[in-house]
């Protein structure tokens, strides 16, 4: 299974880079830090074996691919261009049973790293942190034959530029990624640690450490325009409480209107002297325990029947319960 014919990567990396902490040649050098030092997991004295990521730093170091360095394991460093190529060609080469030369005389140390991925040109900017998106890249022409897919994936709509990119699914579907937050952000430029590079390594060597995974629905941040975090209301109210809110009260008038038999209409007065628009704002209003004169603009601009109609445009489907209840139940 650890065994594949690699796909040999073709293309240099063309992404714009943004300057990051300078990177260091220890970080993927052989060092033993097991000396009577460090008292931590595997010998690593900022490994606990309670941390989320002590299972995956012990494959890749059992694996080979990474090692601690004079500092300890440095789970939190952010992985540089020169370190995540490294860690590609380490585990493109073990994939292979190759041995990749050392560095010559003169040579940087991941220059020997650099070529093994990029035969014909690589990374230009070794110090500079390596993006998401870009860590996948240089995997993937060694790995893409075993991302056996376990979920079912066909959009990350919480990330307009990532999520619709057919390795990046791949990666998703087979559960080695789940993105930096619960609608599965892919967050592509954003840097990585050795930790979760190393997650990301042990899921794709290890099946049994692979995530399901399905993405919360991003729909509502679309059809209003807004995202999770953006505050609705001066007292720290986001859009992801106030369409929440929105969404249980849409659906209760819907559900009220087809209790007696009738067609949902955001004019129809109520009892109350309310329409149902009213009703609904009223009701999101008490349920957030706030006021209208609290909004910020986000709110002012927010309209509950242009929202719903892109909801439903969006997903295929109102909120309207899909059974019968009948007139007086």
């Not at 041995?99 to 220059?111: L, R």
């Amino acid at each position: 299974m650890k065994r594949l014919t690699a796909l040999l990567l073709c293309t240099a990396l063309c992404l714009g880079l943004t300057p990051a902490r300078a990177a260091t040649q220890e970080a993927f050098q052989p060092q033993s830090v097991q000396d009577g030092k460090n008292s931590g997991h595997l010998g690593y004295s900022d490994v606990d074996v309670h941390d989320w990521f002590a299972p995956y730093v012990e494959v890749c170091v059992e694996a080979g691919l990474m090692q601690g360095t004079d500092k300890g394991f440095e789970p939190g460093k952010v992985l540089s261009q020169a370190e995540a190529v490294t860690l590609a060609a380490r585990m493109g080469a073990s994939l292979r049973g190759e041995t990749i030369p050392a560095a010559g005389e003169g040579e940087a140390w991941w220059e020997p790293y650099n070529r093994y991925v990029f035969p014909q040109g690589g990374i230009n900017s070794p110090d500079e942190y390596a993006g998401r998106w870009q860590f996948l890249f240089m995997l993937y022409g060694y790995v893409e034959d075993l991302l056996t897919p376990i979920n079912d994936i066909s959009s990350i709509l919480a990330d307009p530029e990532f999520g619709n990119d057919a390795m990046i699914l791949k990666y998703y579907n087979a559960g080695i990624l789940t993105g930096v937050d619960k609608y599965g952000t892919v967050a592509g430029g954003k840097s990585l640690t050795r930790a979760e590079a190393a997650a990301m390594i042990s899921r794709i060597l290890q099946p049994e450490l692979r995530l399901t995974f399905v993405p919360e629905d991003y729909s509502p941040f679309i059809a209003a325009y807004m995202e999770p975090g953006t505050v609705v209301f001066d007292t720290g109210v986001t859009a992801e409480a106030f369409l929440d809110a929105v969404n249980n009260r849409i659906y209760n008038a819907e559900y009220g209107f087809k209790r007696i038999g009738a067609e949902f209409n955001w004019h129809s007065v109520d009892l109350n002297g309310k329409t149902t628009l009213e009703d609904i704002n009223s009701g999101v209003l008490e349920d957030l325990g706030v006021t209208a004169a609290q909004g910020t603009q986000a709110y002012r601009d927010f309209d509950y029947q242009v929202y719903y109609s892109r909801l439903i445009d969006l997903t295929g489907k109102t909120f309207e319960p899909d059974y019968a209840v009948g007139v007086g139940s």
